[in-house]
């Protein structure tokens, strides 16, 4: 009888790697179409044949990404493993997917389920689409991840103030590249309106939840430098609260500018739609920091 081999640990880290990193390429890529109104409402009246034709087509362009390089390797699949890779990709996706739109209240208890899955489906495919690209795009190069190459430069104080000011200046470029197209939408005031106190703090767990997955659990570019570096900007928790709060000072300066906030509206207007917008505005943040 043969022996079953138990995944080692390092498999089970590296599986674990690989999952993360696919939700963090789906984040990145389908978040901005989220919000997106006509995509909910052409998603609520889509015919289950054409729900199976666009999950078909979805799963083609899968299927070629993972031919090629897929999320998971460096090297192109074989046709099996590329099947089985676009189910994942697609699967992570629409998890990505569902995630959000009931984080958003687009999805509740009382949406039929016709109206919940053409919306799940539509919005699903630049989900798995960047899942399936996360890699591709956003790997560490070698040396990434050799902690010698990351400590080969001693910091001084000059470099720790320089790379903070750069982290600041990447998180609120990345906020306002991602978000500055959704500010003034009237996407944020209906979504803001839709929403309760409790939905509002599951927004901000699950925006610093995806900031820290971006930048430190996805092994995507520089990860091994910035958990090595000094500076209080560049500690993983210390970094990802203030990168949040940075991107939410970007989104409401964002939703001022384009006056769809002004002082005279109450604190809670203020509240309700920075947070909201501040979802997207993060991931951006973010993506920023993955490239200083």
């Not at 390429?25 to 901005?32: E, I, K, S, Y």
């Not at 099947?83 to 997917?97: F, P, Q």
């Not at 509740?108 to 591709?136: C, D, M, Y």
């Amino acid at each position: 009888m043969r022996q079953i081999s138990l995944p080692t640990q390092r498999q089970w880290q590296q599986e674990i790697t690989e999952l993360v990193r696919g939700l963090s390429g789906g984040f990145l890529f389908g978040v901005p179409l989220l919000y997106t109104m006509e995509v909910w409402w052409i998603g609520s009246y889509l015919d289950p044949p054409l729900m199976l034709v666009i999950l078909a087509v979805t799963f083609v362009i899968l299927f070629l990404l993972n031919r090629t390089d897929g999320f998971r390797q460096f090297s192109p699949d074989q046709p099996w493993q590329a099947v089985m890779d676009s189910i994942e990709a697609l699967a992570l996706g629409i998890l990505c997917t569902v995630l959000l739109l009931v984080l958003l209240r687009q999805i509740t208890g009382q949406t039929p389920l016709n109206e919940a899955l053409g919306k799940v489906i539509l919005e699903g495919v630049p989900f798995a689409i960047g899942v399936a690209l996360a890699r591709s795009i956003m790997q560490g190069q070698a040396g990434d991840d050799d902690p010698k190459s990351a400590n080969s430069e001693q910091p001084n104080a000059s470099a720790t103030y320089n790379a903070t000011l750069a982290d600041i200046g990447a998180t609120l470029i990345g906020a306002i590249f991602i978000a500055f197209n959704i500010a003034p939408t009237d996407e944020v005031p209906m979504l803001a309106a839709a929403t309760s106190p409790v939905w509002l703090l599951a927004v901000i767990a699950t925006s610093l939840l995806i900031s820290y997955g971006i930048v430190f659990a996805a092994n995507f570019t520089t990860q091994a430098r910035r958990l090595q570096a000094d500076g209080l900007f560049q500690k993983p928790l210390v970094e990802t609260v203030l990168a949040y709060l940075l991107s939410l000072a970007a989104a409401a300066a964002m939703l001022w500018f384009f006056q769809r906030l002004n002082f005279s509206d109450p604190w809670t207007s203020w509240l309700t739609q920075t947070l909201i917008l501040g979802l997207p505005a993060t991931v951006g943040g973010a993506a920023g920091r993955l490239a200083v």
